[in-house]
């Protein structure tokens, strides 16, 4: 790193991006750019001047990719729950599934907004239509089967 012109920290770990950051600055490292999972700390390092650059990167970017991707919408609730809103007149194979099916994959239907724009508290057996809207609470690893249902 003595002799690096660039030091780019990407580790998945903030904590580590952190620490190259400060040993690169320390070492005089001409250009450093930093990826990072928060904005509050996007904040800090940029106060600090430990970084030339400052990209936030898992939530625009994955957002950006799930809209474009999967055509869906997704909102972080916590690291563990994401809500999840999918168009079933995109996501065809949600077509005649049950609330039941989706709740099976550890998710909650949390409401629908159905083909006539009406709010929907579905029961188990709630049958989705085409060009109904349907928001779904679930872990972000359940995404993809979800999606796949």
Known sequence: MPKADVVIAAHTNDLVNIVVCSYAKHLGVPRIIVIVNNGKLASILKELNLANEIIIEPNELSAIF????????????????????????????????????????????????????????????????????????????????????
């Open 66 to 149: 799930n809209e474009r991707f999967y055509n869906l919408r997704k909102l972080d609730i916590t690291q563990d729950q994401s809500l999840i809103l999918l168009d079933s007149s995109i996501h065809t194979n949600l077509i005649d599934k049950s609330v039941e099916e989706i709740e099976k994959l550890d998710s909650n239907v949390i409401f629908i907004i159905d083909r006539e724009n009406r709010v929907v508290y579905p029961n188990k057996e709630y049958k989705i239509q085409r060009g109904d809207k349907v928001f779904i609470l679930t872990p972000p690893h359940n995404i993809q089967r979800i999606i796949s249902l």
